[in-house]
């Protein structure tokens, strides 16, 4: 038994050596599975390119390509021998529980998985397309790299999912970024097909053909991809479990991809159809076919994105109030950016036809293009953000979801402003810029107006945005002041004598007070005496009876039987 300091020192020793150690194994295992991916990585495309040269055999794409031949022999018959030995090694190490807990072994698990489903997918796909549209021999090494990288993921899916050595950290990360990947790519190939199809039907087949290619041939091909992504979002979204996930990634997927990716396509698309509907109505200065040539795509992303948005934003609403409030925070900035920038183009337009009357049809149109922008992006922030609803803001920071969500809502309203702020100092630079020019004597820019009507625009919406977010967010912040001057403590500070935990009491003491606290022991109690008692029916007692009680210092002693005595103090 060592004395005078010893223990602490050896202590000391003993923890600064465990540090160390642990960072070396950290360190460790990051470069072993980074050198890891990387060699997997460089075996696959070396396996791509001799798997390609063989079933291209015989084609003038076989012949001529020495240094790819020897790179991908390179590769193969050295890159793979590593990366199997290197697997060997590591695969090994993970019978111990804190190998497979490790992040790196996570992060090569879901880099590895993710890398290899793209690729697989996207390649497999496109020799799908290849194939419908004939005449090609493009589709033997796309079919190459699809095969050599599915069997990749297959081998990465063995190991994630495997009973004992799966990785412990990141373990629902394969199957919500899986989930993703298999929505954009499906939702992309839909809007393409559907985009097609409707074309075909507005213009007429001839002219929504492409150059050489019927049009039920680009139909057909983008049905391909649309089958392919939704498979690969069905098997991890149900098969995998995804849409059960609750964790922070999951969440953020939800909101990112499901929320504001799907309501940009939505907004955006329907945004564009209104633009062509108003320029059929009051802008036919171009051909017919020309006028058209938009509308089917706008159309095709406003369908297939809002049922992509509905269905997200009805998962959000079964989640916590948190993220259902999140969703409604990101689906009202995007509709407030279209919107914005409706205003923008308006006031661009209107500076332009004051300047010039006779403008023509350029002025006109931008107009119409802004007035569709402030329609639906104003429609939609009005929906979601509801300015006319009075905020329950009375409590300064209350607990659990509604108190982050109330400071969720006040981070938007401080970001949007600082936004707004920022933009709108950068057009006024751009203005003074473009008038200084004017002024001392550049003419090949036009006229003052020509030359600071766009950031003049953008500076009208920038403005009118962050006034109205700075108001709100002053508006808010009076009530969050009148709430906290309503509970002004009456208390200064409080003397806690007590010989329980005195954890639970400081807490009860400091909500309902707010007064600073000093804990003395008591001497005649054994430490931790009453405290089997229930701490929390001796915490709302004693908040019950500070009630009332006001006073510069106040002294409180709990007694071991629970009695609790409040005592004002002079001075």
């Known amino acids: 038994m060592a004395?005078?300091?010893?223990?602490?020192?050896?202590?000391?020793?003993?923890?600064?050596?465990?540090?160390?150690?642990?960072?070396?194994?950290?360190?460790?295992?990051?470069?072993?599975?980074?050198?890891?991916?990387?060699?997997?990585?460089?075996?696959?495309?070396?396996?791509?390119?001799?798997?390609?040269?063989?079933?291209?055999?015989?084609?003038?794409?076989?012949?001529?390509?020495?240094?790819?031949?020897?790179?991908?022999?390179?590769?193969?018959?050295?890159?793979?021998?590593?990366?199997?030995?290197?697997?060997?090694?590591?695969?090994?190490?993970?019978?111990?529980?804190?190998?497979?807990?490790?992040?790196?072994?996570?992060?090569?698990?879901?880099?590895?998985?993710?890398?290899?489903?793209?690729?697989?997918?996207?390649?497999?796909?496109?020799?799908?397309?290849?194939?419908?549209?004939?005449?090609?021999?493009?589709?033997?090494?796309?079919?190459?790299?699809?095969?050599?990288?599915?069997?990749?993921?297959?081998?990465?899916?063995?190991?994630?999912?495997?009973?004992?050595?799966?990785?412990?950290?990141?373990?629902?990360?394969?199957?919500?970024?899986?989930?993703?990947?298999?929505?954009?790519?499906?939702?992309?190939?839909?809007?393409?097909?559907?985009?097609?199809?409707?074309?075909?039907?507005?213009?007429?087949?001839?002219?929504?053909?492409?150059?050489?290619?019927?049009?039920?041939?680009?139909?057909?091909?983008?049905?391909?991809?649309?089958?392919?992504?939704?498979?690969?979002?069905?098997?991890?979204?149900?098969?995998?479990?995804?849409?059960?996930?609750?964790?922070?990634?999951?969440?953020?997927?939800?909101?990112?991809?499901?929320?504001?990716?799907a309501g940009v396509l939505t907004l955006g698309g329907a945004g564009v159809t209104v633009f062509v509907l108003l320029r059929l109505a009051f802008d036919r200065t171009e051909p017919m076919d020309q006028l058209l040539e938009p509308l089917a795509p706008a159309v095709a992303a406003a369908a297939i994105g809002s049922v992509v948005w509905v269905y997200h934003r009805g998962l959000a609403r079964c989640r916590s109030e948190a993220i259902r409030q999140g969703s409604r925070l990101v689906t009202s900035g995007v509709a407030l950016v279209a919107a914005a920038s409706g205003i923008g183009v308006i006031a661009n337009a209107a500076l332009a036809m004051a300047a010039a009357p006779l403008a023509g049809s350029g002025a006109r149109t931008l107009l119409l293009g802004g007035i569709s922008s402030l329609l639906v992006g104003g429609v939609v922030w009005w929906l979601m953000w509801r300015p006319l609803e009075r905020t329950p803001a009375a409590a300064p920071s209350p607990a659990g979801d509604a108190g982050n969500w109330q400071n969720a809502r006040r981070i938007y309203l401080i970001v949007v402003f600082g936004l707004s702020a920022v933009v709108a100092v950068i057009t006024l630079l751009v203005i003074g810029y473009r008038m200084f020019e004017y002024v001392l004597g550049d003419v090949s820019g036009g006229s003052v107006v020509d030359r600071i009507r766009a950031p003049l625009g953008l500076l009208v919406a920038a403005g009118l945005v962050a006034g109205y977010h700075f108001a709100v967010w002053r508006h808010e912040r009076a009530i969050l002041a009148a709430a906290g001057t309503a509970r002004k403590r009456t208390i200064g500070h409080v003397v806690l004598v007590t010989g329980a935990d005195p954890a639970p009491l400081h807490r009860a003491i400091e909500a309902a007070t707010g007064a600073g606290v000093t804990v003395w022991r008591r001497a005649d109690v054994a430490a931790g005496a009453g405290a089997a008692a229930g701490d929390g029916q001796l915490a709302g007692r004693l908040a019950g009876a500070l009630e009332g009680v006001s006073g510069r210092r106040v002294l409180v002693t709990v007694s071991p039987d629970g009695s609790i005595d409040v005592i004002p103090l002079m001075g």
């Open 3 to 261: 004395t005078d300091g010893v223990p602490e020192a050896g202590g000391e020793v003993m923890g600064t050596d465990s540090a160390v150690g642990g960072a070396q194994r950290t360190v460790r295992r990051l470069i072993t599975y980074l050198l890891l991916f990387t060699l997997v990585v460089i075996a696959a495309v070396g396996l791509s390119g001799l798997l390609g040269r063989l079933l291209v055999a015989d084609t003038v794409l076989a012949t001529g390509d020495v240094a790819g031949l020897a790179r991908s022999l390179a590769f193969a018959l050295i890159g793979g021998p590593l990366a199997a030995l290197l697997w060997w090694v590591v695969w090994r190490r993970l019978d111990d529980e804190a190998e497979r807990a490790s992040v790196g072994w996570g992060l090569y698990v879901t880099g590895a998985y993710v890398l290899s489903l793209v690729l697989a997918t996207s390649n497999l796909l496109s020799t799908l397309a290849t194939l419908i549209g004939g005449r090609s021999l493009q589709w033997r090494p796309s079919l190459a790299t699809g095969l050599v990288w599915a069997a990749v993921w297959v081998w990465h899916r063995w190991m994630w999912r495997h009973p004992r050595k799966r990785p412990v950290d990141l373990a629902g990360a394969p199957t919500v970024l899986g989930s993703y990947i298999g929505l954009v790519i499906g939702v992309s190939g839909a809007v393409s097909a559907l985009s097609a199809l409707l074309d075909a039907a507005l213009r007429g087949a001839p002219a929504a053909a492409a150059v050489g290619k019927p049009w039920w041939v680009s139909a057909l091909q983008s049905l391909v991809w649309a089958a392919g992504g939704g498979l690969v979002w069905w098997w991890h979204w149900n098969h995998d479990g995804g849409r059960r996930l609750r964790g922070d990634l999951a969440s953020v997927g939800l909101i990112a991809v499901g929320v504001l990716g």
